[in-house]
């Protein structure tokens, strides 16, 4: 079992910057792929980034340039670093965990509002 907990939402300008936080526990954080997904209002939710056991990395086309995933294993923590926030960012952003190739485990979200 994996307990995911995020932090660092909140209400952002457009232009601004944000770095949520993904802390783990419980199973192995270090072997587990993460991930970041995000749901609009109104919206499904949407495969953002994620980062395998291994550091491979992938992202959403739109987010290319302007997010940068990141985890440090010794902390058991992901981090998704966001710039040049657009009004169409908001929303309320979920950290993942895979296992076996499968987005099994999920954070409670934080809300990311991003105010033009």
């Known amino acids: 079992q994996v307990q995911l907990v995020e932090s660092g939402g909140g209400l952002v300008q457009a232009g601004g910057s944000l770095r949520l936080s993904c802390a783990a526990s419980g199973r192995t954080f270090s072997s587990a792929a993460m991930g970041w997904f995000r749901q609009a209002p109104g919206k499904e939710r949407a495969f953002v980034a994620s980062i395998s056991s291994g550091g491979v990395i992938t992202y959403a086309d739109s987010m290319k340039g302007r997010f940068t995933i990141s985890r440090a294993n010794a902390k058991n923590t992901v981090y998704l670093q966001m710039n040049s926030l657009k009004p169409e960012d908001t929303a309320v952003y979920y950290c993942?965990?895979?296992?076996?190739?499968?987005?099994?485990?999920w954070g409670q979200g934080t809300q990311v509002t991003v105010s033009s």
């Open positions: 993942a965990a895979a296992h076996i190739s499968q987005w099994v485990y």
